[in-house]
Nanobody, 129 residues
């Protein structure tokens, strides 16, 4: 099993980056996928998640309206488009397969997870002028 993140780097405030995570060695399309991040001295936090079929997405309040998660199951890849980046977005970003995702809207609620959970090695994102 392997999750390989790419696309990290250094960008100025207000800039954009697109992270990719390619999965191999497991049934990618049968896993909800997420992006987490961790800054020095802080706990790892969930940034965004997407259901197995890609129909539903969830975001941390801090990134809503700026980040977009998507997936291409034909390529076993999940993406995180990050726009209008801020200094507080600086962190190591990790790709995750299998962590629980809950989407809710009104009376509708959908939860997906997998008994197995996998992590990528992380990619550094630095937002600095």
């Amino acid at each position: 099993v392997h999750l390989a993140e790419s696309g990290g780097g250094t960008v100025q405030p207000g800039g954009s980056l697109r992270l990719s995570c390619a999965g191999s060695g497991f049934d990618f399309a049968n896993y909800p996928m997420s992006w987490f991040r961790q800054s020095p001295g802080k706990a790892r936090e969930s940034v965004a998640g997407i259901t197995k079929g890609g129909g539903y997405t969830v975001y941390a309040d801090s990134v809503k309206g700026r980040f977009t998660i998507s997936r291409d199951n034909s390529k076993n890849t999940v993406y995180l488009q990050m726009n209008n980046l801020k200094s507080e977005d600086t962190a190591v970003y990790y790709c995750n397969a299998g962590s629980e995702i809950t989407y809710s809207s009104g009376s509708f609620r959908l939860t997906e997870s997998h008994e197995n959970e996998y992590w990528g090695q992380g990619t550094q994102v630095t937002v600095s002028s």
